[in-house]
Nanobody, 127 residues
Framework: QVQLVESGGGLVQAGGSLRLSCAAS????????AGWFRRAPGKEREFVAT????????DYADSVKGRFTISRDNAKNTVYLQMNSLKPEDTAVYYC????????????????????WGQGTQVTVSS
């Protein structure tokens, strides 16, 4: 069973950068797509970014496109989210997730396509 642990969150001023990491245990993580989601106070969980198991395909929410970059290092069993030009509206708890599909090199966007979730890391962007 895959377990995920996020790190790298914190407090940053608007316009600043953070890099989130998601460390996975379990070899099956290499066969799964990985995604980042976030939940802001009083809002629903929303999709942020996803990367296929090979790393060849990525997809982003329109709100972060051009500012955030998702990547993975399969040798280290780790997925990253580089966040640049941060805005106050990016404030949220960020969650890493591993997909339930081990058979395709897809990059899913929907939460139901993921079955393993981390505990989350808080990102706060001050204005």
């Amino acid at each position: 069973q895959v377990q995920l642990v996020e790190s790298g969150g914190g407090l940053v001023q608007a316009g600043g950068s953070l890099r989130l990491s998601c460390a996975a245990s379990g070899r099956t993580f290499l066969r799964a797509a990985a995604g980042w989601f976030r939940r802001a106070p009083g809002k629903e969980r929303e999709f942020v970014a996803t990367i296929s198991r090979s790393g060849s395909s990525t997809d982003y929410a329109d709100s972060v496109k051009g500012r955030f970059t998702i990547s993975r290092d399969n040798a280290k069993n780790t997925v990253y989210l580089q966040m640049n030009s941060l805005k106050p509206e990016d404030t949220a708890v960020y969650y890493c997730a591993a997909s339930r599909d081990y058979s395709t090199d897809s990059s899913p966007r929907m939460p139901y396509e993921y079955n393993v979730w981390g505990q989350g890391t808080q990102v706060t962007v001050s204005s």
